[in-house]
């Protein structure tokens, strides 16, 4: 009797274990957190170790920085968005405090990692707000994890390489590290946990950049997340008629153009590009 008690005892631990171990999949229901974490942290998501910060409360909402940056390059934005959002500010692979690996770089990868900082913060969905590279993971996320996302903004974003200009196009392909701080700064990728692998995750930055990403008119055509493209009016590393290409393929997608600004809108006219967002999110 004290056997088949113990053996039904082990049976049960078992299954708790099982279950225990498949809740930590992304292909299973993310029961959300009533408890959400602020602060900034590093989790490990999969094989990186990711940095991040939350802020606010309310419905989540996620910013995706640029390449070459780091989530500190919102300044503007979160202090106006935590007023109405949970916000929550990643650092991407191999940028800022968030660590690389060996794998190669992509804006697929980039959205994998997103999804298991979700699932680590009970998010089932949130609001995914993009600029530049963020705003290409943040369509990867539509294609891919629609009922992940409440609903997309992506500003000075690509869809395929041929959306850089042809003079971004030839400084990316022989552009060297100090060339990279130069333009964009060293202040993110002075926070590196790595700082000697930098010259091989801007390799990588650049093949991904020239080579990615390759979204076919059919996967565009199956977004069906409330869609808002932001584009620049003299976007100098996008072609400011791309915004109208990816608007175009997305059904139902919002376009807006924004005059007189190139790349760096968040940072040069921060109060039209946060009214044009916060006003596309509401009520949605």
């Known amino acids: 009797m004290i056997r088949k008690t113990f053996r039904m005892m082990m049976c049960i631990l078992f299954s708790i274990v099982i279950l225990a171990g498949c809740a930590k999949s992304s292909d299973t229901p993310v029961l959300p957190n009533p408890t ?18 939350a802020q606010g409360e309310g419905k989540p909402l996620i910013l995706l920085h640029g390449g070459f940056s780091c989530s500190d390059a919102w300044f503007n934005q979160v202090p106006v968005f935590l007023k109405q ?5 990643p650092d991407n692979r191999g940028q800022g405090r968030t660590t690389d690996s060996d794998a190669p770089l992509s804006y697929d990868l980039m959205a994998e990692d997103t999804l298991r900082l979700m699932d680590y913060l009970g998010i089932d969905s949130a609001y995914i707000v993009g600029w530049s590279d963020g ?9 891919h994890h629609p009922e992940r996302i409440k609903a997309l903004v992506a500003y000075g974003a690509k869809i395929n390489p041929g959306g850089l200009t042809d003079s971004y196009h030839e400084w990316i392909r022989n552009v060297t590290v100090s060339e990279m701080k130069q333009r964009f700064g060293s202040e993110c990728s002075s926070l590196s946990p790595d700082p000697e692998h930098l010259p091989v995750f ?3 930055l650049k093949t991904m950049w020239l080579t990615l990403p390759n979204f076919t008119s059919e996967e565009l055509a199956s977004i069906k997340v409330p869609t808002l493209i932001i584009g620049g009016q003299t976007d100098e590393y996008i072609r400011p008629d791309h915004a109208q290409e990816i608007a175009n393929a997305i059904p139902n997608a919002e376009l807006i153009i924004l005059p007189n600004v190139g790349h760096f809108a968040v940072v040069q006219t921060p109060e039209a590009w946060n009214k044009a967002v916060l006003d596309f999110l509401k009520d949605k």
Do not use: Q
């Open 36 to 53: 959400p974490f602020l602060g900034s942290a590093r989790v490990e998501v999969g094989d990186i170790t990711m940095y991040f910060v």
């Open 85 to 89: 959002y949970y916000v929550i500010t």
């Open 135 to 143: 705003g290409t993971i943040a369509i990867d996320l539509a294609i």
């Open 202 to 204: 801007v390799e990588k």
